[in-house]
């Protein structure tokens, strides 16, 4: 699969770009998990994660996994204080009203191009 930015994937879904100090993260795989033990075991960097969950603990799996780019679906929106939690640790958290099905498909059509 080819590698993408964060920019580049916000843009081809139409996904709104909350939080994200720096996009120069290339992405080149996706993970839909709303486990977070499950999601520790499969995240590494290069990975976009598509979830429902918005807490502190979502953070700390991304960061403690090297994964850099979370996409909440649904039209979930996170509290202001985990989105200053992903500033602070440079992961980019975008948002879409899509589902995490549709999200994960697109991405993955774009991914392969």
Request: aromatic share 6%.
């Amino acid at each position: 699969m080819e590698k993408k930015s964060i920019s580049d994937i916000s843009n081809y879904l139409g996904a709104d770009m909350i939080a994200c100090l720096s996009d120069e993260v290339e992405i080149e795989s996706v993970l839909c998990c709303d486990m977070l033990s499950y999601a520790l075991t499969k995240l590494h960097q290069g990975t976009c994660w598509i979830t429902i969950m918005n807490s502190k603990n979502v953070i700390a799996v991304a960061k403690s996994t090297g994964c850099r780019c979370i996409i909440l679906a649904d039209g979930i929106k996170m509290r202001e204080d985990v989105l200053i939690h992903a500033k602070l640790e440079s992961i980019c958290i975008l948002s879409s009203p899509k589902s995490a099905f549709i999200l994960a498909g697109e991405l993955y059509d774009y991914l392969k191009r």
